[in-house]
């Protein structure tokens, strides 16, 4: 009786799920080979592409981009900022029905540059070596450049009827100020874009980063650290290296400064890393936590000396010191500034800004694109966890949070720490695989927030 009984509600279930599945817009099957194919071609292709930062001409870049966007006729528009020196930004949009407010993909074209002698191969022939790719901007961000340009072509290829507009914004300048890159879009276009969500770089598939095991944690950038970068200046007499003067304005500065490289700041967890805690059981002692749980201060420059060469036997009447201090989202620079001053506590060492932070927002996680990560992060690797994340470094995210959009930063392909630190420096590299695999899910969540739904 009951097995009978069991057997009529799973008919009637059965049955009830094909109608559904009936009612389901139809989603083509994709040939998933070719496309991630295509994906490396396009790839080697764009990273082949000069555009280091400075300079930062990405004119190239923005035509090779615009140009498979309307092969696809995906309309495209590019936007120029500086003629004179290929500042210049790619903007198309696929349009929904309006339904609910675009989604943006946003990545920079420009990359840092490079340091020829310090790499094993040639950092623009887009080199495959051990399955990775080898190029400056292969993760930072010409990896995603390309990911977020298949998704367009494959939503467009596919007819995909969209309910919000899915904007696709490739900008210069990003590795400078951004003032002619996002900064302008921001200022100038904004209420044409008004985007509720932006997908940006600033969240990797990670292995040991995190934890010291082998779990694969895939960390989605919420929120930021503040960029604060402060000058210190001392004064005092100069002349002949002879006959030491009682204030040796290197001395001064050299006890400021251990006084500031001995200071060991507090450790403050907020609310973002409180939940990668929760969500990891626990946060080890590795550098990039230590980065997580405090304000960090990095001594990048110092200068004190007279003559190119420097002189030997010159005593210099001025000291200058640069610190790189990165702030937690919730700390006042002010009083971080009134602190280091009580440190150094010596009235002739003076502290003054470079660039100072702006307010560090934080885009809400119980969402749910959010969770469409999630679960598109688990079709591919089901044992990952997948976590919101502090960006210990500086986005253009900051831009777009300012004007209200939520902002995730994020890349669905696994790098190890040995890869991330090739970031900025030599040997930049992906893993075929990971290029592979983030195509497929980048597409899959984006497809899946903004298509239309007709049930
Ligand atoms: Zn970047």
Redesign the pocket.
């Given at each position: 009786m009951k097995s009978h009984h069991c057997q009529k509600t799973s008919m009637f279930a059965l049955f009830l799920f094909s109608v559904a599945f009936l009612l389901l817009p139809s989603s083509p099957e994709i040939d998933w080979q070719s496309v991630e194919k295509k994906t490396e071609e396009l790839f080697k292709e764009y990273l082949s592409i000069d555009t280091c930062n400075p300079p930062g001409d990405v004119s190239a870049a923005a035509e090779f981009l615009s140009k498979a966007l309307k092969k696809e006729d995906v309309p495209t528009d590019l936007i120029w900022t500086d003629k004179g020196t290929g500042r210049v930004n790619v903007l198309a949009r696929l349009r929904g029905t309006g339904k609910k407010r675009p989604l943006m993909m946003l990545n920079?074209m420009d990359t840092v540059p490079f340091d020829r002698l310090g790499w094993t191969v040639d950092p623009l022939a887009a080199i495959n070596k051990g399955g990775y790719i080898y190029g400056r901007g292969a993760l930072?961000?010409k990896n995603t450049g390309i990911v977020q340009l298949m998704t367009m072509i494959l939503l467009k290829q596919n007819d995909i009827r969209l309910d919000r507009d899915v904007v696709f914004l490739a900008v210069a300048d990003?590795e400078t100020s951004g003032t002619l890159g996002s900064g302008w879009i921001v200022k100038n276009m904004w209420p044409e874009i008004d985007a509720e969500y932006v997908l940006d770089?600033g969240g990797f598939g990670t292995q040991g980063f995190f934890t010291k095991d082998e779990r694969l944690v895939f960390s989605v950038g919420v929120a930021e650290k503040k960029v604060l970068w402060l000058r210190l200046s001392t004064a005092g007499t100069s002349g002949h290296g002879s006959m030491p003067p009682k204030e040796n304005s290197n001395s001064i500065m050299a006890q400021a400064l251990s006084r500031i490289t001995s200071y060991k700041t507090p450790i403050h967890i907020t609310p973002v890393v409180s939940e990668m805690i929760n969500r990891l059981g626990r946060l080890d002692d590795t550098p990039y936590n230590n980065a997580l749980k405090r304000n960090t201060i990095s001594l990048t420059v110092m200068k004190g000396f007279v003559g190119d060469p420097p002189k030997s036997n010159v005593i210099p009447g001025r000291t200058e010191a640069v610190l790189d201090c990165r702030l937690l989202p919730d700390q006042d620079p002010n009083t971080f500034v009134d602190k280091l001053r009580h440190i150094i506590n010596d009235p002739l060492v003076k502290i003054d800004y470079i660039e100072r932070p702006i307010e560090s927002i934080i885009s809400p996680y119980e969402t749910e694109l959010f969770k469409i990560i999630e679960k598109e992060t688990h079709t591919v690797y089901p044992d990952s966890i997948v976590v919101p994340h502090l960006v210990i470094y500086g986005?253009d995210s900051r831009f777009f949070r300012r004007k209200g959009a939520s902002c995730y930063g994020f890349f669905p392909g696994p790098v190890t720490m040995e890869e991330y630190r090739t970031i900025h420096g030599n040997d930049e590299r992906i893993r075929e695989r990971s290029l592979r695999a983030a195509v497929r899910i980048y597409h899959n969540v984006v497809k899946r927030f903004c298509e239309a739904k007709n049930l």
């Open positions: 920079h930072d961000m990003e770089e986005t």
